[in-house]
T-cell receptor, first 109, second 114 residues
Framework: SQQGEEDPQALSIQEGENATMNCSYK?????LQWYRQNSGRGLVHLIL?????REKHSGRLRVTLDTSKKSSSLLITASRAADTASYFC?????????FGAGTTVTVRA | DAGVIQSPRHEVTEMGQEVTLRCKPI?????LFWYRQTMMRGLELLIY????????DSGMPEDRFSAKMPNASFSTLKIQPSEPRDSAVYFC????????????FGEGSRLTVL
C-alpha cells in the first residue's frame, strides 16, 4: 500500500524555473527519502531527511519536512532539461520503505 | 562498483510458464528488497531480506510468487505459473541497514506475460 501521496501528479516548467512538489503521508516515520526515476530506468536516491530534521539541502535540491502536518516538499531550483523525470517520496516505517505514486516533471528547453 | 545487477532486463513469456528473475546486490550490503512497479499500483514492496533471511514477505501477492536469497550476493524471484496480471517491472534494491539509509536500485526486469 502507498503511504505517501505526491502532488501534483504532473508538472511542466520552463528550463531555469523552479519545480516544487509535495508529499503527504499517513503514519509516523523514521525518515523520508526522495528518489528520481528516468524513463525506463531504476530509481536513484536524491536525499534523505530524518524525522527530527526540518530542512535539508543538496546542490539544487531543497527538502523540507513537517511532521506535524505529515508532509514534505522537494524544491528543484534552476531546472534543467536533464531534470525531466518522475520524482517519488518514500517513507520509512521500521524497515519498510513505501513509495508514493510520483510526480512527473517535464522541463521544457 | 557495478551497482545492483538484474537479469533479464526484458522477459516475454506465455501464461502458465515459470519466470525466474535474478538479482546481484551491491557487495557489502546486508539488505535486499524486491519491488514491483505498475501504472495502476505504483511501486509495491514484495519482500525484504536482511542478512539473507526473509524478514517480511507480506507483499508477495500469491503463492505463485516465491523469493530466495541463498547467499549474500544472489537473490531470485520466481513466478510459477505466470499470469497476464503479473506483467510489470520488477526492481531489486539493496542497502546497508535496511530502509534507514539509501536504497540502490537495479535497472529492473520488465516482464510481459501474454
Amino acid at each position: 500500500s502507498q503511504q505517501g501521496e505526491e502532488d501534483p501528479q504532473a508538472l511542466s516548467i520552463q528550463e531555469g524555473e523552479n519545480a516544487t512538489m509535495n508529499c503527504s503521508y499517513k503514519t509516523s516515520i523514521n525518515n523520508l527519502q526522495w528518489y528520481r526515476q528516468n524513463s525506463g530506468r531504476g530509481l536513484v536516491h536524491l536525499i534523505l531527511i530524518r524525522s527530527n530534521e526540518r530542512e535539508k539541502h543538496s546542490g539544487r535540491l531543497r527538502v523540507t519536512l513537517d511532521t506535524s502536518k505529515k508532509s514534505s516538499s522537494l524544491l528543484i531550483t534552476a531546472s534543467r532539461a536533464a531534470d525531466t523525470a518522475s520524482y517519488f517520496c518514500a517513507t520509512d516505517t521500521d524497515y519498510k520503505l513505501s513509495f508514493g505514486a510520483g510526480t512527473t516533471v517535464t522541463v521544457r528547453a | 562498483d557495478a551497482g545492483v545487477i538484474q537479469s533479464p532486463r526484458h522477459e516475454v513469456t506465455e501464461m502458465g510458464q515459470e519466470v525466474t528473475l535474478r538479482c546481484k546486490p551491491i557487495s557489502g550490503h546486508n539488505s535486499l528488497f524486491w519491488y514491483r512497479q505498475t501504472m495502476m499500483r505504483g511501486l509495491e514492496l514484495l519482500i525484504y531480506f536482511n542478512n539473507n533471511v526473509p524478514i517480511d514477505d507480506s507483499g508477495m501477492p500469491e503463492d505463485r510468487f516465491s523469493a530466495k536469497m541463498p547467499n549474500a550476493s544472489f537473490s531470485t524471484l520466481k513466478i510459477q505459473p505466470s499470469e497476464p496480471r503479473d506483467s510489470a517491472v520488477y526492481f531489486c534494491a539493496s542497502s546497508f541497514g535496511g530502509s534507514a539509509g539509501e536504497l540502490f536500485f537495479g535497472e529492473g526486469s520488465r516482464l510481459t506475460v501474454l
